[in-house]
């Protein structure tokens, strides 16, 4: 029995191992995954248009309430 545990000792480090290393990829793929996920959110922080202009009235109802 003392002649196993060697070899139970180093599978155990050799399976911690790999999970480590598989969440240390795990952790740089979601890391590109924000990144650019970021990047498609281009302009979110840009100063917001002023009332009035023609964008942000666009869709807007008419002040009377009307349907047209």
Do not use: K
């Not at 000792?9 to 911690?16: D, E, R, V």
């Amino acid at each position: 029995m003392a002649q196993s545990y060697p070899p139970v000792l180093t599978a155990q480090h050799m399976l911690f191992t790999l999970q480590l290393t598989y969440i240390r990829a795990l952790n740089e793929e979601w890391e590109a995954a924000i990144a650019l996920q970021n990047y498609a959110l281009m302009g979110g922080l840009e100063m917001p248009m002023s009332e009035g202009t023609d964008e942000t009235t666009r869709n807007l109802p008419s002040a009377s309430g009307g349907g047209n």
